[in-house]
Nanobody, 119 residues
Framework: QLVESGGASVQAGGSLRLSCSAS????????IGWFRQAPGKEREGIAT????????QYADSVKGRFTISTDSAENTVYLQMTNLAPEDTAMYYC???????????????WGQGTQVTVS
């Protein structure tokens, strides 16, 4: 199970930190990804992290503004978002799998999402 939290309504230029907590079958998966989907738009992969190697990847749309990190002790992956813009408004999801290629293909275990609204 994956549970996202931290979504909120913020003003443009603000910051938020999203959390993704893993338990059950989703626990211990090596690759965690953050995705988002805005109304009427396709789902977009925005960041992934390999929890062992700490290798990260970012979409161009968030590079330099968002940071993905992991706290193994808390089984939690974070997405620190800064300099938020209205186009960042979306439902944000996390996904987990042993293989980052599966995560990139929208596979693995998924959470229910947390809403981020930027105005």
């Amino acid at each position: 199970q994956l549970v996202e939290s931290g979504g909120a309504s913020v003003q443009a230029g603000g910051s938020l930190r999203l959390s993704c907590s893993a338990s059950g079958k989703a626990y211990g998966r090596n690759c965690i990804g953050w995705f988002r989907q805005a109304p009427g738009k396709e789902r977009e992969g925005i960041a992934t992290i390999h929890t062992v190697s700490k290798t990260t990847q970012y979409a161009d749309s968030v590079k330099g503004r968002f940071t993905i990190s992991t706290d193994s002790a808390e089984n939690t992956v974070y997405l620190q978002m800064t300099n938020l813009a209205p186009e960042d408004t979306a439902m944000y999801y996390c996904a987990a799998h042993q293989d980052c290629k599966v995560v990139a293909g929208f596979g693995g275990y998924w959470g229910q999402g947390t809403q981020v609204t930027v105005s």
